[in-house]
């Protein structure tokens, strides 16, 4: 457990970007996901986050699961220890390690992030130089069965920060989110149910002006509308059928 209290996240964003920087030039892409990935993309609104004391204790990355290896090397040569535990048991999902000189953690994952629902993300990894596409991080959000209110205000830093559209140069490419929901109807009840609750939020909370709620509004309602009009998989609509009387979602265990 990471024993590094600080709250200043550009010195996690710091850290963050000196390890992709080594991990890539081993040719072993890292892309940054989570708190730290919005803080760095929402520059006109990440203020949110110290208005709210967001507090930042790790870094935590998406890879490919064959860099295992020279990942583990990066980490070493920046005074990092993996977890030698989980490497055994988990290396081929996951991997933690953690910097005893500054008391730093960071977490892996390889391939997808597998929580509430599977996102897959191996294959779109180069997007972007620094996290994962603004799409895959909007669903990282909104798979989340238990969201809690500062994944929703992320949420809508995203939203109002980042117009939709049908490409990822910072836009939330709406088509990929529509394809991955079209799959799989447990994702897709989670992710529209989680949407309601954005919307929700949006018309109470007094982070944002009335203009930029409007704005949150209209980009949500622009998601759900590529979201609605793609082609659903047999698979999604038998289980459709079946509806809320079946569990759709995963449980997610603490390692």
């Known amino acids: 457990m990471s024993q590094y209290t600080g ?12 390890i992709i920087t080594r991990t890539g030039e081993k ?15 929402c520059p006109r609104y990440n203020y949110i986050h110290r208005q709210w004391g967001r507090v930042f204790t790790d870094t935590d990355f998406v890879a490919r699961s064959e860099h295992q290896e020279l990942i583990i090397e990066a980490y070493s040569e920046l005074g990092y220890r993996d977890d030698e535990m989980i490497t055994t048991l ?31 993300l191996r294959e779109r990894l180069d997007i972007d130089n620094l996290t994962i596409p603004l799409a895959e991080l909007f669903l990282e959000k909104m798979q ?26 910072e836009k939330i490419n709406a088509p990929v989110i529509a ?5 799989e109807w447990g994702f897709w009840r989670t992710v529209t149910g989680n949407m309601d609750k954005v ?3 949006t018309t109470k909370t007094d982070l944002f002006e009335h203009e930029e709620k409007e704005t949150i509004e209209t980009r949500l309602n ?9 082609p659903k998989s047999l698979s999604w609509k038998m289980r459709s059928k079946i509806g809320d009387k079946m569990k759709w979602y995963k449980d997610v265990d603490e390692l």
Do not use: W
């Not at 709250?7 to 000196?18: C, S």
């Not at 929703?152 to 049908?166: A, F, K, Q, R, S």
């Open 144 to 169: 989340i069965v238990q969201i809690n209110e500062k994944d929703i205000v992320d949420t809508m830093m995203l939203l109002v920060e980042h117009p939709v559209g049908e490409e990822d140069e």
């Open 222 to 230: 622009e998601i759900r509308d590529y979201v609605e009009r793609e």
């Open 199 to 201: 919307l929700a939020l």
């Open 90 to 120: 988990y290396g081929h999902q996951r991997l933690v390690f953690d910097n005893p000189e500054t008391g730093m953690h960071s977490d892996i994952f390889f391939n997808k992030l597998d929580f509430c629902h599977e996102l897959p």
């Open 7 to 18: 709250k200043d996240a550009d010195e996690f964003i710091a850290e963050a970007k000196k």
């Open 27 to 41: 040719g072993a892409p890292l892309r940054l996901i989570g708190a730290l990935a919005f803080h760095l993309h």
């Open 179 to 183: 394809r991955i929901l079209a799959g």
